[in-house]
């Protein structure tokens, strides 16, 4: 079997990464890389940081952590000065030479110590994620995610699973699983989703960055509003069908349209973007915020209010004398 040092140093040259970018992607300072591939471990503050340094080092190489930690633990075995009459077996135990009133003691304050780390290095690299924001309409947490790795969160009677499935393209690509469906994310993009199909935005997940082989996500989980619906009606004289919708964004605006029977279309507009589209029976809008969002119909400002994730839709219908345009939203 290979050494530690060895494997180490051999691992991180076969990927043709150099100690400054082990470095910068793992947070690992460069003396204790240079001494783990020296086979140097006294240098150490303690034995947590060794075996922690050693995974992070093997997982951000895509190497084989609990394989590293054996490789150390057979070292440290054959470092350890073991008395010979225990390695023949004499007749009389080690424990004979053993002041038991004397060690006791100290074996059960080293048994805390270590409890007492072992407890502190669980609490700081269990909890690998940060609420960013909870108020009464969203939750944003920054969550770095392991592959197989599930995060879950209650949106009204809704449970949301979130999993990591794969890491693709030395992490410029994930996999992931969403209440069982698979999503694609490149990083830095997001997506919006609506599990109940109420035109209200329930989840926004943004692929933020990838440090230290693991992937971060922002997550958004917006929580249930109270909605009323309104309704109003427009009537648009002399005018005729089809009619001429004008869709403006006073800020960078998230947005599906389904025009009549047309196919759902998902965009971005980003400040004082618009987009036109012919309708002849009926247009549904769904949006991030209503209160970024004003609609024109023949050239007409249609009276829009609101904030927040909304859907509205608007049906037309012609008449003699013009067309009149059902308005019906929620807020």
Known sequence: MESIGNYLRNLRLSKSISIEEVVRNTNIPRKYIE??????FSSFPGEVYVRGYIKSYVSFLGGDPEYAIRLYEKKQIEEKDVPLDVLVGKNYSLLDKINLKKVLPILFI?????????????VIFSKNYEVISDNDSVKIVLKTFSVGEEFSYNVGNRKITIKLIEIRNNGNDVLLSINNTISSFTLKSKSMMDFNLDGIVDLEIKYESFIGGKPSMRISFYKSQERKSKEEVIFIEKA???VEFEIFSSNLLWLSIVSDNSEEQQLYLKKNESKTTLVKSKLVIKTSNLEFLSVKANGRPLPISGKGPSYLSFDVTEGIKGISIKIKYLE
């Open 35 to 40: 001494e783990m591939e020296r086979e140097n």
């Open 110 to 122: 080293v048994t805390l110590l270590i409890a007492a780390l072992w407890f502190l290095f669980s």
């Open 240 to 242: 005729s069908i089809p």
